[in-house]
């Protein structure tokens, strides 16, 4: 079992960074892929941003040139790093860990972004 906890989410101005952190119970250095989702009112869920074991990369096309993830193994520690946010990324954000078969979910953040 893998336990995800997520900090870092709070209130910011729009143009503000915020960086958040998912902590995980046991070592990610044998994680498929380690990632950010986020969820607003009356949305689904959405991919952010993802990592894989081996450092590859994705973001979504609304926060490229913004957002960056990055993953510290000794740490067990994965970033979500936001500059410039908008109101529109204003959401709850989860983390998730990909292992082998099954996936994995944080209990969530809130990034709140006033205009």
């Known amino acids: 079992q893998v336990q995800l906890v997520e900090s870092g989410g709070g209130l910011v101005q729009a143009g503000g960074s915020l960086r958040l952190s998912c902590a995980a119970s046991?070592?990610?250095?044998?994680?498929?892929?380690m990632g950010w989702y986020r969820q607003a009112p009356g949305k689904q869920r959405e991919l952010v941003a993802a990592?894989?074991?081996?450092?590859?990369?994705n973001y979504a096309d609304s926060v490229k040139g913004r957002f960056t993830i990055s993953r510290v193994n000794a740490k067990n520690t994965v970033y979500l790093q936001m500059n410039s946010l908008k109101p529109e990324d204003t959401a709850v954000y989860y983390c998730?860990?990909?292992?082998?078969?099954?996936?994995?979910w944080g209990q969530g953040t809130q990034v709140t972004v006033s205009s």
């Open positions: 990592i894989t074991s081996g450092g590859s990369t």
């Open positions: 998730n860990a990909q292992v082998y078969t099954r996936d994995y």
């Open positions: 046991t070592t990610i250095f044998s994680f498929n892929a």
